[in-house]
């Protein structure tokens, strides 16, 4: 199929989900002629089932042979060789080549997609699905550079927990179908339990004071340019803000000044006691997990509530390493992948996006041994075999049960972040 | 006939690329992007750049540790050479130097983070025992220090062997051992000798390296961020940082930053200059006077020590990444790795040969292209008594002083346009544009300062113009084109921004690979990286130091 058919059929997919009438009577006859599924119908899938299910059977069928340019990062081997299986399992079920693209930082995927638009470039592009997070993928969608809404056509949308409002709302912004969610990413508190008592550890944000004070340079937290680091500030403010109602509003010059006035009168008492005095900070949240792993501070925020579990699998934290989480909750957020506006293979790519979403995918990218990434499903909704996979290996130490993270705490608006890190720099750079 | 196309044709490579790179820099800092939405011109990004917090500390950071660098470099490298000039078992310390040569920089400076900070190695050998530190100590601060002192001696390490190699390179068209002779029977000793008699002849051959070093570490990203203070960063990290912030607002500024950051490095090299006749004119009146005082035989035996403790502080760096690359756990204050595994080096193993032989194929590539075209303007040059404009010049040298990340962008913005993205072809010349200039830099001094007399006495003997080039001037000049090519290659060998953007993230070499595994902080990753991104320039330069000596071991000096 040439590259103009396949767009050709991605516009009649399109018009299939929204008009739907001049379908109608061949999905009447198809549904007497199967019998029993009409009743499926009635109890299952919502209407219009057929057409969504024929619709897909297209997009199936168009991404077949098609290869797949999947942007993703690549920072350590067990991400690349999970990638690799999830390939594989492409190849040989759907007959589509992932490609990974191996990058340091989403970042430059998103600076491609942005060249091939200065160029002029409206089909054909170079990146078919990207592994995207919160900030990234808004920055695209507001520039109109995301293909979709493509996720409700995914069959395996049905699986996703939408009681978790990271998947459907990132940043307090609707992803509106733009982004499939693949990972769930919650913020924890990385420690040595030989060296650091879990009793002694600060439950609270005003409690983290204390606890610095008593160990003095062994806290910090990644530059707040670094993700990681305005996220540690984030999780300070949702915890101190007098009306934390506040942070789902985008921020304006009076309600910031309100709602952080208590944090920064916390962390000008904190900063003194933090690593190097609070006078610098590791510029990545990789380079802070280093510190704890080297043993130069006590206490790392971390983004992945399976990270102790994993670095003990990998050997890159002591067996004793464990996460911690605060009393009033911790900010949690979805990871997505999302297809650019000219993706040459869109077809392959949404095969792909739903594959990572299938409960046998996530379930394995669960299991601390692969890559430890919480999934995005509804557990409830699965079968009793699928939701079995889901079960964490007996032999997984420093892995945390769902009762033990509690209820994540949504992002606050982007606005809130942006004006975050600007202040803090304002007041606290050199 | 053909030669005289050589500069058109040069230009045509890197005009494309050179002129868009810098386009899409300069022009988003006035505001004007498209596809951003920035549709007019506007002074908003240099407001917005001009109140960034930090950014007087910032550069203060940037000139000061540039300038520092580069100083420094030069006065370690001239120390050492005049030191190996009166102590020929030095010679073996610059044989040492090669491993440090072939490393990529971002691996070196990782390799010596480890080594002096407060939890590394260093640390380590004398912990618990010594020190009584059972937990890395918390005030010790070393790297990332405020005044970007480890961030000097990181480069350092990097940049002393290399200028010590152009300074090596450089001796093969000066006729050092007469020099030498005729100043000792004046009564210096060698090292006095060597300053005041060898260098100034050397200097004008090494110039255009040493600018090459003052912008490469006023525009490094990797190693600063490695070992640089972050709050706030050099100019180029924050530049870089912007880039690549999620949030593309920052666009502008980025693009405000990586201008001002090109201006900054012409300004440095201005100053360079302008200072360089007052310091002349010193070592004239020094010469004048006879020169003949033991003190510049003591600094400059002092100045061999630093780089000999230098380039022994490198090969720690080294041997701490090998360590740790067959480490299995390695905490502190442990001297040695708790475990050892080789599962990681049996994991790359089959995607490196594929990976190697890429990256080699590029490579080479790149260095053939720009050793012909450098090759072929220089004769073209020498033959029409031509003399580069100015402006041709700054165009060669533009790439390595803008931060690559915005000038890429412009490359991108030209090889998505062409079709050409995601092809090997893209690939080579995104190298090309970065190892031309180093090449043609390592290069252009020492054939400029082949004595003419040789390629006259070849005319005089019936020999044609062609017949002078390749039987008299390439043999003689072998020892500079081959380490030049080694440096090309190297350079070729280290590039992961150019392989990712042109390549569309289809083109993998062993440097994407090494730099996207590095992005996952795991030191034993980033240790096999550091060795594995350094074998191939290693066996390059292991080749351009060892082909002259066994093709003309008959001819002693050439060697």
């Known amino acids: ?430 | 006939m053909l030669l005289r196309l050589a500069p058109a044709a040069t230009l045509a490579v890197l005009a494309g690329p050179v002129v868009l790179g810098l386009a899409f820099t300069v022009l988003p800092a006035f505001g004007f992007l498209p596809a951003l939405g920035g549709t007019t011109f506007s002074l908003d990004p240099w407001r917005g750049l001009l109140a960034a917090p930090g950014l007087s500390t910032a550069l203060t950071l940037t000139v000061g540790t540039g300038l520092a660098t580069t100083l420094l470099a030069l006065a370690l490298a001239a120390g050492l050479c005049a030191a190996v000039a009166h102590r020929p078992g030095m010679a073996r310390l610059q044989r040492l130097m090669v491993p440090l040569l072939a490393s990529p920089p971002s691996g070196l400076a990782l390799g010596f983070a480890f080594l002096v900070m407060p939890s590394g190695w260093l640390v380590r050998l004398v912990s618990p025992w010594a020190t009584g530190w059972a937990v890395p100590p918390a005030g010790l601060v070393t790297v990332g220090d405020p005044l970007g002192i480890s961030l000097v001696a990181a480069l350092l390490i990097k940049e002393v062997p290399y200028l010590t190699l152009m300074v090596f390179a450089a001796s093969a068209t000066v006729p050092v051992e007469r020099l030498m002779a005729a100043a000792r029977a004046l009564g210096r000793d060698a090292a006095t000798a060597w300053v005041s008699v060898v260098f100034p002849q050397l200097y004008r051959q090494v110039r255009l390296p040493v600018f090459a070093v003052l912008a490469f570490s006023m525009s490094v990203v990797d190693v600063a961020i490695i070992v640089g203070s972050t709050n706030p960063p050099p100019l180029a990290v924050l530049a870089t940082r912007w880039f690549l912030g999620y949030d593309l607002a920052y666009f502008h500024t980025a693009a405000a930053a990586a201008t001002l950051q090109l201006v900054l490095v012409a300004l440095a090299i201005l100053l360079w200059l302008a200072l360089e006749r007052p310091v002349a004119a010193l070592g004239r009146r020094w010469l004048a006077r006879g020169s003949r005082s033991r003190a510049a035989g003591g600094a400059a035996g002092v100045a061999g020590a630093v780089a000999a403790l230098l380039i022994l502080l490198g090969l720690l760096s080294l041997l701490a990444m090998l360590v740790w690359s067959l480490a299995g756990s390695w905490r502190f204050p442990a001297a040695l790795p708790d475990s050892w595994q080789l599962w990681l080096w049996r994991g790359e193993a089959g995607d490196a040969a594929a990976l190697a032989s890429t990256s080699a194929g590029i490579g080479l590539a790149a260095v053939a292209v720009a050793l012909v075209l450098t090759l072929a303007c220089l004769e073209n040059e020498q033959r029409h008594g031509l003399h580069p404009g100015a402006a041709v010049q700054w165009l060669v040298y533009l790439p390595l002083i803008v931060p690559q990340i915005a000038f890429l962008f412009g490359v991108q913005v030209l090889l998505v346009r062409a079709g050409l993205d995601g092809t090997l072809l893209a690939v080579v010349w995104a190298h090309l544009v970065f190892v031309l200039p180093f090449v043609f830099l390592s290069l252009a001094d020492a054939y400029r300062a082949l004595d003419p007399r040789y390629a006259m006495t070849a005319a005089a003997m019936g020999a044609g113009r062609w017949q002078v080039f390749l039987t008299v001037k390439l043999p003689l000049l072998a020892r500079p084109i081959l380490i030049a090519a080694a440096v090309g290659f190297a350079v070729s060998i280290a590039q992961y921004l150019p392989t990712l953007f042109a390549g569309a993230g289809r083109v993998a070499t062993l440097t994407t690979e090494a730099v996207t595994l590095s992005s996952g902080g795991d030191r034993r990753i980033l240790g096999l990286v550091a060795v594995l991104q350094a074998a191939l320039p290693l066996a390059a330069y292991g080749l351009a130091l060892a082909l002259p000596f066994l093709a003309f071991r008959r001819f002693r000096g050439m060697a």
Not at chain 1, 22 to 47: H, Y
Not at chain 1, 227 to 237: D, P, V, W
Not at chain 1, 348 to 372: F, H, Y
């Open chain 1, 1 to 430: 199929m040439t590259a103009a058919a396949k767009r050709a059929n991605l516009g009649r997919e399109g018009s299939h989900a929204c008009a739907g009438v001049p379908f109608m009577n061949r999905s009447i006859a198809l549904a007497l002629a199967a019998g029993l599924s009409a009743l499926a119908a009635f109890l299952g899938p919502p209407a219009g089932a057929d057409e969504a299910k024929e619709a897909w059977q297209d997009i199936l069928a168009a991404a077949r042979g098609q290869s797949v340019y999947f942007n993703a990062w690549a920072g350590d081997p067990q991400t690349n060789a999970f990638i690799a299986w999830v390939g594989e399992l492409a190849r040989e079920r759907y007959g589509i080549d992932v490609r990974h693209v191996k990058l340091a930082d989403t970042a430059e995927a998103v600076t491609r997609v942005v060249a091939e638009k200065a160029a002029g470039r409206e089909t054909g592009g170079s990146v078919d699905l990207v592994w995207i997070n919160g900030p990234n993928l808004l920055s695209l969608k507001e520039k109109g550079l995301l293909f979709g809404p493509f996720v409700e056509k995914l069959p395996n949308w049905r699986h996703v927990d939408r009681t978790k409002p990271s998947n459907l709302t990132d940043f307090t912004i609707p992803v509106e179908g733009y982004a499939a969610p693949w990972r769930m990413a919650q913020v924890v508190f990385l420690y040595d339990s030989a060296r650091t008592p879990p009793a002694s550890l600060p439950r609270t944000i005003p409690a983290f004071l204390d606890w610095a004070r008593a160990h003095a340079g062994r806290l910090t937290h990644p530059h707040p340019r670094d993700f990681l680091g305005a996220t540690f500030l984030k999780q300070a403010l949702v915890e101190l803000a007098p009306d934390p109602a506040v942070l789902q509003q985008p921020a304006s010059e009076e309600t910031f000044a309100t709602a952080t006035a208590p944090l920064w009168a916390w962390y000008d008492a904190l900063r003194p006691h933090l690593w190097r005095g609070g006078e610098d900070f590791p510029a990545t949240g990789t380079a802070q997990l280093s510190m704890l792993a080297d043993g130069e501070i006590a206490l790392a925020i971390s983004f992945n509530p399976a990270d102790a579990a994993v670095g003990i699998r990998k050997g890159t934290l002591p067996q004793t390493a464990r996460v911690h989480v605060l009393d009033g909750g911790t900010i949690g957020n979805t990871s997505f992948v999302a297809i650019p506006f000219n993706a040459a293979h869109k077809e392959a790519a949404m095969v792909l996006a739903n594959l990572l979403m299938s409960p046998e995918v996530q379930a394995r990218a669960q299991d601390p041994a692969t890559i430890g990434a919480f999934t995005v499903l509804d557990l409830a909704s699965l079968s009793e075999a699928e939701r079995a996979r889901f079960t964490p290996p007996a032999d997984a130490v420093g892995l945390p049960d769902n009762a033990a993270l509690g209820t994540p705490l949504p992002e606050p608006h982007p606005s809130w972040m942006t004006r975050l890190v600007a202040e803090w720099e304002r007041r606290y750079t050199r």
